[in-house]
């Protein structure tokens, strides 16, 4: 339509909401990482983006957690709430919101989202809320209800989730989800989506779940407090995961689904989780959403978990790993690039000291941080410290420089499979090919005799390394931004817009003295402190 402005394309990502019952550890800063890098990578690409991520504050674990600390559980969540908030400074997260379940605007948006479910008819119409009688095993640290037939029996006749969670008894009335009738609707609606539960590997898992049949889930609570309150009947709370879900549209606007965020946003492109909680968001979330007729999110992402030198992450192991320490060790962008390198994302992975240190030492150090500081400093001392200006180019310039074009369509495709490892892997493949033209080239034995194809040469090395921090810069915010500093790249000149010639770092243009950007990792010395 003549004289209208295209509206951008819009992307919504939610990271799971944290529970406070405990510090943030290694595995929530993952989460929220991978959620940060695709904000960040659509922003660049011309996308307005909403990033969520927030705590998880009401239930039972959270409750007793308070009760060992010895505070009223709001003071209690205030506290530990703050620490996640923390951490995603911290962690130079860039998230737009962070939401907490105990606002008031998220009670009101759970008790809306109960009241919807409540006046529907399920598929097969009947109400889709009925009051009822809980008799069965639940597992506090999971928030979660087992059948008898997935527990196992441990020490002292005590009985465990297939997580390794202790579960206990529970009998008390409890309002129940009709969910059994949703078992239809659920497995045409993942044939319609294929796309709608990644990695394809987990879609089947809850395919079968699904399959295998349905019960109807209690979602109401009367034995503690700690909750949202059941409308119109305050003896019972919420169960936590009704509430907790509801966060993803609290946070745009609802109930009210005129606000512009909610028409703006709704639904979300994206909730990122790891594995262990992919069935509440592949199997109950759609089923509430479709119960309070609402739209149903477009996918879920379920991630592997991390262990420490091999060994599963616990408290009671002594082998938490805190998100802290190891930035204080590694560096920010040194863990933010390892984190999202090292494992095919959506598989486990494994930390360890030597894994984390090579990966440093030979991809960030030597690969890209000795690209940049050879051809940035021949620039320095060869060229007065200003971009060359460049001649005609040869074959092998043109074959460089279209790597480096290329890479933003590879890596759409990469992004919006959530393939971060296979991302970092097409960047490095232009890391590489450009240091084998470095070497091929050795513009250092042309200062003499060709300077002015030594001039082609490092230019078509900055607008290498342009292409590469411009794209590198949703993993790692500064050092990126610190490249691109030093290719006297303006800030507001570093968007997606502006990769391929149209960008091109103009002739002339003065350049700062180099430095590196990717310090070796240098073991301390043997008794050293
Ligand atoms: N509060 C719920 C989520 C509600 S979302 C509506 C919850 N919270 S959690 O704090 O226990 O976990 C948050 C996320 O951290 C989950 O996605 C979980 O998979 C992830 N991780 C916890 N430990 C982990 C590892 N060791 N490794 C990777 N991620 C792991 O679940």
New binding site residues.
């Given amino acids: 339509m003549a004289g209208s402005t295209p509206q951008p394309r819009r992307y919504y990502l939610t990271t ?4 406070v019952n405990d510090s943030p ?4 800063a ?2 929220t990482l991978a959620c940060d890098v695709l904000a960040r990578f659509k922003r660049l690409d011309g996308y307005d983006v909403f990033f969520l991520t927030g705590t ?1 504050e009401h239930g039972q674990k959270v409750e007793k957690a308070a009760q060992a600390a010895g505070l009223e559980p709001q003071a209690f969540t205030d506290k530990v709430s703050q620490n996640f908030r923390d951490l995603a400074k911290f962690m130079n997260y860039s998230n737009d919101q962070f939401i907490r379940t105990t606002e008031p605007r998220h009670i009101e948006a759970s008790q809306a989202i109960w009241r919807a479910m409540a006046a529907t008819k399920s598929p097969k119409g009947r109400d889709n809320i009925y009051l009822g009688k809980y008799a069965g095993w639940y597992a506090v640290r999971d928030e979660a209800f087992y059948g008898e037939g997935e527990l196992k029996d441990g020490p002292g006749g005590k009985k465990f989730a297939p997580s390794g969670a202790e579960v206990e008894w529970v009998e008390e009335p409890s309002y129940f989800f009709r969910l059994s009738d949703w078992q239809e609707t659920l497995l045409e609606f993942y044939r319609a989506q294929p796309d709608f539960i990644a990695p394809e590997t987990r879609r089947n898992e809850v395919v079968s779940f699904v399959s295998s049949g349905l019960t109807d889930l209690s979602i109401s609570r009367t034995t503690f407090k700690w909750g949202v309150p059941v409308p119109g009947d305050p003896a019972h709370i919420m169960y936590v995961w009704v509430d ?2 509801t ?1 993803y549209i609290t946070a745009v606007g609802y109930p009210d689904e005129n606000s512009p965020n909610f028409k703006k946003y709704w639904p979300a492109n994206l909730h990122m ?5 992919l069935r509440f968001h592949a199997v109950y979330w759609p089923a509430f959403l479709m119960a309070a007729k609402l739209a149903v999110q477009k996918r879920v992402f379920a991630h592997g ?2 262990t420490n030198e091999g060994q599963k ?1 616990s408290k009671s192991l002594g082998n938490v790993i805190d998100p802290f320490d190891l930035v204080k060790r590694y560096g920010l962008d040194q863990v933010r690039y390892f984190l999202l390198r090292e494992v095919p994302f959506g598989n486990d992975g494994d930390f360890s000291h030597r894994t984390i240190v090579t990966r440093i030492n030979s991809e960030l150090a030597n690969d890209l941080g000795n690209l940049a500081q050879r051809a940035l400093s021949m620039i320095n001392r060869n060229c007065a410290a200003k971009v060359p200006q460049p001649g005609t180019l040869s074959d092998e310039d043109t074959k460089l420089l279209d790597q480096a074009y290329g890479l933003l369509a590879a890596l759409r495709v990469t992004f919006d499979n959530q393939a971060f490892h296979e991302a970092l892997e097409t960047v490095w493949r232009v890391v590489r090919a450009a240091n084998g033209y470095v070497d091929h080239q050795a513009p250092w034995g042309l200062r003499k005799t060709d300077p002015a194809r030594m001039a082609t040469v490092l230019y078509v090395l900055a607008e290498t390394i342009r292409h590469i921090a411009t794209v590198l810069q949703p993993f790692m915010p500064d050092a990126a931004g610190r490249m691109l500093d030093q290719l006297g790249v303006p800030a507001d000149k570093r968007s997606f817009a502006l990769l391929g010639p149209a960008g091109a770092v103009a002739p002339g243009t003065t350049l700062p003295a180099p430095q590196g950007v990717f310090p070796r990792y240098v073991e301390a010395a043997e008794g050293a402190a």
């Fill in positions: 799971p909401i944290y529970y550890h290694i595995g929530h993952y989460t998880d907790a879900l966060n989780v790891g594995k262990d909680i978990w991390w992450i």
